[in-house]
């Protein structure tokens, strides 16, 4: 194993029995790499959302409280990071939000001895997928963060900043960085199309910053080709990987005694810690990615085998409406679970990142429209395409 | 890594956000061999209970349930295994019993294509520590299990015998065959000391048997040297690695098609799939223990310089009585947490069982005593001191 230096991990995310998202995702994905997780479950869940219809639990705020005080009462709440994910309530955001309090003040004595790496889960692709008083919720804490992970959307909420082109983005994060003393931001999911033409082969791109003592971005992007084909819980996946390789990063950059792991402003944007993880992390999720959709076509091809007139265990469940109905949500959770990512099973890849799947860091060169005026410079990025916020991660 | 066949598991048992018992050993365990583990929890506390103080929620048996009835409406209940483990009540251990029983009748058609382990988890060294309805809670599912791992205590609870010596050891076991038509047993738990007396350098037997198809028993032993300290979850790693190495020896002998992975009368005791897994089992486990061992001892030392009047952590909670028993307090719940089992950091141990860790198992000739007069007859295992049944795995 490429041993990241030992580190403790509080998680905080949803739980689900069968397959892999949020905590379910993310503490093995940290496991593997070594880390000591702790995972608090903010919900239980028989499955993710994507199969239309699930069973479970949330966690309600007070009991996500109260497991975080039994671990204070016993002196284990001693970690080193902490990773936050998917929160059901606003107040589930507040209890979250107090724990990285108290964790950050114990660590006040002690800069860089305690990093909160923020996802604020909220929605995708131009639509709210939880209640709307979240968002406050999660902008309130902003400030106690060290790293976000928003798509493109939860930016632009989070900013209040529509994000059409590389100057509204550098203004985007410039405000994060400016108003909230965020230190680390990584958009993980602008989606790109060259001239405002979608193409069959798309590209995701990966933006992040570091800044400088003046609040200003140092930005970098990382393109990727894209899978044309949807999967859960990539976003925790690259949380998960980002939590561990940025750790392994900032250690190596000699930071763990800096507030922040904040890079003097001598480093380029493509030198930075968080660059250089961004980087080995996309070279195993592309390749995790990749075998998971060869065994996801191989399956799908079994049960149009399997499925066809007279096959074993062919659909038949009447011609009616219903039976339709019935049929296609059939076919629908076949396929869901079809695409449940193979992470178990491609561990490798979590722990080498690929030699064949590099992945390199260019700088940003934004500069910031007047917001007054609205005008964009002209931009290196290409045009972004509005609204194509589905995650370096959640791909369709 | 070691490759074993694609398999997939329902691990049912208690979850930590602290630490690694229960579940959140076992999911990790059996994640890293490969098995695809979908975990529903039966509590949800914020650490196990050996620190003596825990925050938390039991799950109550209708929340499982509905968890397993979320799985099977949108049909991701194929599991090839099932793994339970801790059920905080008799309620609890019915749910699991009937959601056993639907895979189990799922399976139906398909001799030796569901398996489940079960853990019978309800106390250790002579103390019951759970709800006394749980015991007769447990013995109305071994007819539906194929196997079952026990310490000494809990056998004796399940066959209503005193296990004192080899023949009433073997009276047990055969008991268990014979009246629950339960195919594999594994007692995690015989201390042997011989002519009864202790000695420093213990030694822990674990003893197993599949029976024959006239239901008599085929036992095996293995020895290990046992650690002088108490460490928690083990049988959780005991059971989770059994799980995957019964499923690789199981597959390897060509019994994936056959009921309950029976072997054929032919096979003798020590070249049983049940023996084979164990062996791997032990070499891991033993190799895992003696480096949390060396861990703990490590991090022990450093407390006791640091705690040394004078140090900077030194424990000055004023001399009264409460001031000591805080202070015991304190080193308890430090000594708890240094001696967490090191899996996390010991995962190639558990991929692939150390060279020199050789544990053999050897087969047992037990012959039974005439329960009526409780003569037992000569036994070649030694005396097997009553009471020390604190797991190949809970050792003090």
Redesign the interface.
Known sequence: ?AEIP?TSV?AIAS?V???HVGN?MA??VM??L????????TV????HTA?K?????K?PAD?IT??????K????NDFDMMLSGYCPSAEVVQAVGKIARDLRFNAMTKPGSFFWVLDPVMGDEGRLYVSSDIVPAYKALLNDADLILPNQFEAELLSDTKITDVSSLTHAITLLHRIHRLTHIVITSLRLSVDNIPSRTETLSVVGSTMRSDLSPRLFRIDVPAFPCFFSGTGDMFAALTVARLREAALKAGLDHTAHWQSPDSVAPTHLPLAEATEKVLASMQSVLRNTMTARDKEIHRLEKVQSPGGVNSLNEGTGEEGVRDRQM?QH??ET?AAEVRV??N??DLVHPPVDEVYRAVAVEGKEADPGTGDALPDELGVVKVGGGEGATHQT
């Open positions: 194993m030992e509080l739980h029995a069968y397959g379910t503490t093995f496991q593997s070594g880390l000591e997780v702790s995972a608090i479950n239980e869940y028989s499955n199969y219809q699930v069973k479970g639990r966690t009991e109260e497991l975080y005080d039994g671990l009462q016993s002196y284990l059939k959770l076949r679970k178990v099973r561990v490798r």
